[in-house]
Nanobody
Framework: QVQLVESGGGLVQAGGSLRLSCAAS????????MGWFRQAPGKDREFVAA???????YYADSVKGRFTISRDNAKKTVALQMDTLKPEDTAVYYC??????????????????WGQGTQVTVST
């Protein structure tokens, strides 16, 4: 089993930046896929970004060009650099991972490990 711990959320003004980090522990092998989802009040959890072990990245259309995902396979960490933040980016952001190979990295039910979540609030 993998434990995921996020850090880096907070309050920022629109147009600002935040960096989220997530560290995986509990297994010696680095997860095949690591990524981020978010959930705003009253809405379903939605895909934000993901990266597979080989470095291929996936982004939601709403964050392309503003968010950048990166990971360190040796350290089993994943980060999300969020720039040009908008009020609609306000949500709880969840780190996720799949140790096994998965084909649909943007699908919520493909992942089997989740962090506790970190709040990101973007003010106008």
């Amino acid at each position: 089993q993998v434990q995921l711990v996020e850090s880096g959320g907070g309050l920022v003004q629109a147009g600002g930046s935040l960096r989220l980090s997530c560290a995986a522990s509990g297994r010696t092998v680095s997860p095949y896929a690591m990524g981020w989802f978010r959930q705003a009040p009253g809405k379903d959890r939605e895909f934000v970004a993901a990266m597979d072990w080989g470095g291929t990245t996936y982004y939601a259309d709403s964050v392309k060009g503003r968010f950048t995902i990166s990971r360190d396979n040796a350290k089993k960490t994943v980060a999300l650099q969020m720039d040009t933040l908008k009020p609609e980016d306000t949500a709880v952001y969840y780190c996720t991972a799949s140790v096994a190979w998965i084909s649909r990295l943007s699908e919520f039910n493909e992942y089997d490990e989740w962090g506790q979540g970190t709040q990101v609030t973007v003010s106008t």
